[in-house]
Nanobody
Framework: QVQLVESGGGLVQPGGSLRLSCAAS????????MGWYRQTPGKQRELVAR???????NYADSVKGRFTISRDNAKNTLYLQMNSLKPEDTAVYYC????????WGQGTQVTVSS
């Protein structure tokens, strides 16, 4: 069982930056895939970015070049650096762990607004 706790969300102006963190309750060294998803009211959750144990990454087209996913196995933490934020990035962001997204965090709200 892995518990995930996200932090770092908040209100930011368009063009600003935020860094989300996801702290795991156990070692993430052996977790094959970890990722970030987001959801807005009335829409399905969508993949934002994923990272494998080996460090390979993939991103949604809408965030490529602006967001960077990374993992620190020593700290059991997953990160999402978000730059050049846009109003359409407003959502609840969720951290996941496992190849089948077996584990989810509770989510952290990101609001991009002037």
């Amino acid at each position: 069982q892995v518990q995930l706790v996200e932090s770092g969300g908040g209100l930011v102006q368009p063009g600003g930056s935020l860094r989300l963190s996801c702290a795991a309750s156990t070692s993430i060294f052996s977790i094959v895939v970890m990722g970030w998803y987001r959801q807005t009211p009335g829409k399905q959750r969508e993949l934002v970015a994923r990272i494998t144990k080996g460090g390979s990454t993939n991103y949604a087209d809408s965030v490529k070049g602006r967001f960077t996913i990374s993992r620190d196995n020593a700290k059991n933490t997953l990160y999402l650096q978000m730059n050049s934020l846009k109003p359409e990035d407003t959502a609840v962001y969720y951290c996941t762990a496992g190849a089948s997204n077996s584990y989810w965090g509770q989510g952290t709200q990101v609001t991009v607004s002037s």
